[in-house]
């Protein structure tokens, strides 16, 4: 299907372990972010991307990972995971750095027990 | 640092009302702002973009506007129905830092009640 997918939807994991949240789109996006939705936080920046091989920090980096070897595909992974970082995390794709709409994907629920 | 501000944070209506969202923000040096729709457990629909130099902007019953020069957004939606129950997101897209991230607000949660 057309447009941006995020994987899983839903993941419980322990503390200390590594997970990884996919997110791929398809309408060859330059730019792609990563945000975690919080209650009384809003939605933050974690990292963006403005190309293959280019990426960059956002407003909370810090426990994060991220890679883009492919403009399609952005994964996020938390390599040592906290429960701080239970949260609902986003993706976002636009087109370029024009005025374009951002577009999300479905969320991934992260729970840290 | 930007900051978006959402009042009222809940708002229920019955069903067939106009109505107002607000949005605020502290920097008036924006490229442009967009309104989402969110839906429970769901991800974002975008819902309008509004760029730096216009106005406003309409898309079937609701209708965006935007002063820049006083740091305000209104969604209009008019004729309400319980399909528009949701919460509404502002956010305003800011500099060339970030990517030009997007700066939310934290959404009226709207309910329409039959």
């Known amino acids: 299907d057309a447009g941006i997918t995020q994987s899983p939807r839903y993941k419980i994991t322990e503390t200390g372990r590594q997970v990884t949240l996919m997110c791929h789109q398809t309408?060859?996006?330059?730019?792609m972010f990563w945000y975690r939705q919080d209650l009384g936080h809003g939605l933050r920046l974690i990292y963006y991307?403005?190309?293959?091989?280019?990426?960059d920090k956002g407003e909370v980096p810090d426990g994060y990972v991220v890679s883009r070897s492919k403009t399609e595909n952005f994964p996020l992974t938390l390599e040592s995971a906290t429960r701080s970082q239970t949260s609902v995390y986003f993706c976002?794709?636009?087109?370029?750095?024009?005025?374009?709409?951002?577009?999300f994907g479905q969320g991934t629920r992260l729970t840290v027990v | 640092k930007q900051e978006v501000t959402q009042i009222p944070a809940a708002l229920s209506v019955p069903e067939g009302e106009n109505l107002v969202l607000n949005c605020s923000f502290t920097?008036?040096?924006?490229?442009?702002l967009q309104w989402f729709r969110q839906d429970p457990g769901k991800g974002l629909t975008s819902l309008l973009l509004?760029?730096?130099?216009?106005r406003e902007q309409t898309s079937g019953r609701l209708n965006a506007s935007l002063d820049k020069s006083s740091g305000r957004s209104t969604l209009y939606i008019a004729a309400s129905q319980p399909g528009d129950s949701a919460t509404y997101l502002c956010?305003?897209?800011?500099?060339?830092?970030?990517?030009?991230?997007?700066?939310f607000g934290e959404g009226t949660q709207l309910t329409v009640n039959p």
């Open positions: 991307s403005a190309a293959a091989d280019i990426t």
């Open positions: 920097d008036s040096a924006i490229y442009n």
């Open positions: 976002a794709s636009r087109q370029g750095p024009s005025n374009t709409e951002a577009f």
């Open positions: 956010a305003v897209r800011v500099g060339e830092t970030s990517g030009s991230r997007l700066t």
């Open positions: 309408w060859s996006h330059s730019y």
């Open positions: 509004i760029q730096s130099s216009q």
